[in-house]
């Protein structure tokens, strides 16, 4: 038996790899369609009949990138994420993310371990306004091109710009940006998940285009008019716009024949929609309306007398039946449900208690800004948590968010993701609302560290990037539900665990040829020199598609650190002197925990041959089998 070791370029280093992932998926569905490892397209052309489009016009939504975005999204990244504790809150009990960095990149590295795992995605990505900025990707060199502009890196003055309308791609740089991103976060969400898209009149159309070709048109589920504004601008030239537009497509829907589809969940009744209601008689049931208790059809048995308590007999109208037999009608009596008004001598109808009708509402399409909070609301919350100071420009309100959450999922436990997350909304809301109604829903915010402007208020005040501001936004809205319930807000998870985005910890081993004696050299240290156990651990949870909350023990076993990651699942050793005592150690703590799947990963200089043979002898005594080195 020997070690596999891990290298830069493996399956295993890179994040997930989607082009094998869509080839493995067509070799179930039509095996016939592989040759010799490659996918002959006349067969699989064959297998798929009509169904193939030849003509060469045929509807379709195209622009200038389009085919080089498509395959970015199927790229996978060579970046990993590398742990922040400093700047985390709770990072041992905590099992929210705030990941800084180009949110493609982070998206790809995602990939596996939270593959199906979204509930709900919301995103306010930049609206194209020719005024705010969007980001350019860079193909060859993705990574390195955001360590670059996000200044990272030696090179120098390598500014983000912003996409004006003079730029002949105007819209095509739009759609190059948004294209691969949200075809990556489909891929995230669970199967009976949904996706909300916040935009305005400058992209919407080509929103609702790429996202019918991504989520499917039969998954369109609403465009949701938000009223943002409630102050008519008069000085605009032809109307003032008041509303932005919530596009939201299901990873399936119900319309799509699938049962497995997203369900909406109704919104909590408010005692506006009470209205109509009253309580007359003060049955403590509560307020009640009361509808007639005749119907069209039925038969002669339905047209008794009915006597009302003061005496007077009533009998169904000219050609009508009463719409209950005479022995549901005592029982309803007697239940106190019929109304025989005020004095007793009325026509006898049924009661309907406000309590027992259907139990939430359907939201509308329009949400009014008395409803969900309006744009100054959002900036206003922002100042308030900041000493009265306006650090960042646009931020949602807490209620609108608060209602996607709530017509999410009637469950309050799932895995909500923001991947343009600004200030840090969609995190406050979440964990308002598990305030509200002990919920435990979890978060993952991914952002930029887009630089603030040198002459902002928020610059000036230490703030120089916006993922700085959002970090501190969430810790701050966090301290403040604290005080304001320090008992409710007990069990609930304030904190986040920082991740930021930067080169792999393993060292490349690309076939460079320039200074081959060096880079052998080097690749016998397969782990950069400036990384910690911390960051490689991490980046072998990506790899292996783990949850970045999993719970993680640490043990000093004969002078050797060692991980425990997910009770067991895997033990990762990345000491300079393994020996076969830490072996040992693994295999009796492996015995101790029992899981179901057991894989031990080594850091490969940290042994000598003969302590590594002594090693995968001890451990395979253990029922160790998968070992693995780095
Ligand atoms: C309109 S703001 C979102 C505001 C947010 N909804 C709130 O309430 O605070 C869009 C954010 O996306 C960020 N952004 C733009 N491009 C990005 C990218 N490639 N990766 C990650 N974040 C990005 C911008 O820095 C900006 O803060």
Redesign the pocket.
Same mark, same amino acid.
């Given at each position: 038996m020997t070690i596999e070791k891990i290298q830069q370029g493996d399956q295993l280093t890179m994040s997930k790899d989607i082009v094998a992932d869509n080839i493995e998926k067509l070799k179930q569905l039509f095996p016939e369609i592989l040759t010799e490892g490659k996918i002959d397209f006349k067969v699989l052309k064959q297998v798929l009949g009509e169904e193939i489009e030849e003509e060469e016009e045929y509807y379709r939504f195209t622009w200038a990138g389009k085919n080089r975005a498509r395959q970015e999204a199927h790229k996978p990244s060579t970046g990993t994420l590398r742990p922040c504790k400093e700047e985390s809150v709770d990072w041992d009990s905590t099992k929210n993310l705030y990941i800084e960095?180009?949110?493609?990149e982070?998206l790809k590295l995602l990939q596996k371990s939270y593959a199906k795992k979204v509930k709900m995605i919301?995103?306010?990505?930049?609206?194209n306004t020719g005024k705010?900025?969007?980001?350019k990707?860079n193909y060859k060199d993705n990574l390195g091109n955001y360590l670059e502009l996000t200044g990272q890196t030696d090179s120098e003055g390598n500014k983000l710009t912003t996409n004006t309308e003079s730029d002949g791609r105007y819209h095509s740089n739009w759609l190059n940006?948004m294209y691969p991103?949200l075809i990556l976060a489909r891929n995230l969400l669970k199967e009976d998940g949904v996706i909300f898209i916040?935009l305005d009149d400058n992209e919407i159309e080509n929103l609702k285009k790429i996202g019918n070709e991504i989520f499917g048109e039969d998954n369109f589920v609403a465009n949701i008019i938000w009223q943002k504004k409630f102050a008519r601008a008069n000085d605009a030239t032809y109307f003032s716009t008041m509303h932005d537009n919530i596009v939201c497509f299901a990873k399936q829907s119900i319309n799509s024949n699938k049962n497995s589809g997203w369900k909406l969940n109704l919104l909590p009744r408010t005692l506006d929609d009470a209205k109509g209601y009253s309580n007359p008689d003060n049955d403590p049931r509560g307020v009640w309306t009361s509808v007639v208790l005749s119907a069209k059809s039925g038969s002669d048995k339905l047209k008794y007398k009915i006597i009302s308590p003061s005496g007077r007999e009533s009998y169904p109208p000219d050609g009508r039946f009463w719409s209950v037999s005479e022995e549901k009608l005592q029982s309803l009596i007697d239940d106190n449900r019929i109304w025989f008004g005020r004095n007793g001598d009325g026509t006898p109808r049924l009661k309907t208690f406000y309590s027992e009708v259907q139990s939430g509402l359907r939201p509308n399409t329009i949400w009014f800004h008395e409803e969900v909070g309006h744009n100054q609301e959002?900036r206003q919350e922002?100042k308030s948590l900041f000493d009265g100071k306006g650090y &960042?420009? $646009?931020?949602?309100?807490v209620r609108l968010?608060d209602q996607i959450l709530k017509i999410t999922n009637s469950e309050n436990d799932f895995l909500v993701m923001?991947? &343009?997350? $600004?200030?840090?909304?969609?995190a406050h809301a979440v964990m308002q609302l598990n305030l509200e109604d002990g919920g435990k829903r979890r978060h993952i915010q991914?952002?930029?560290p887009?630089a603030t402007d040198e002459k902002s208020e928020a610059y000036i005040a230490g703030y120089k990037t916006?993922?700085q501001i959002?970090k501190d936004?969430i810790r701050r809205a966090a301290q403040k539900i604290l005080e304001e319930n320090p008992e409710k807000a007990k069990g609930i998870d304030l904190g986040f665990k920082v991740f930021k985005l930067d080169q792999s910890n393993i060292n490349a081993w690309d076939g460079e040829r320039d200074n081959l004696e060096q880079h052998l050299f080097n690749s016998t240290e397969s782990i950069k020199e400036d990384r910690t156990q911390e960051d490689v651990l991490y980046e072998i949870l990506l790899k292996y598609g783990l949850d970045l909350s999993l719970p993680i023990e640490e043990k000093i076993i004969a002078g050797a650190k060692v991980f425990n990651v997910g009770f067991g699942a895997i033990f990762i050793c990345l000491e300079d002197k393994i020996t076969k005592q830490v072996a040992q150690g693994i295999g009796e703590w492996k015995q101790e925990l029992n899981p179901e799947t057991c894989r031990v990963i080594f850091k490969d200089s940290g042994f000598t041959i003969v302590e590594k043979t002594n090693s995968l002898h001890t451990l395979r005594t253990f029922g160790i089998n998968e070992v693995r080195s780095i």
């Open positions: 960095g180009d949110n493609l982070v919301y995103i306010d990505p930049p609206y705010d900025f969007v980001y990707d940006m991103r916040s959002g922002v &960042f420009d $646009g931020p949602k309100p968010i923001d991947f &343009f997350s $600004g200030s840090g909304t969609t991914v952002q930029l887009e916006i993922s959002g936004r």
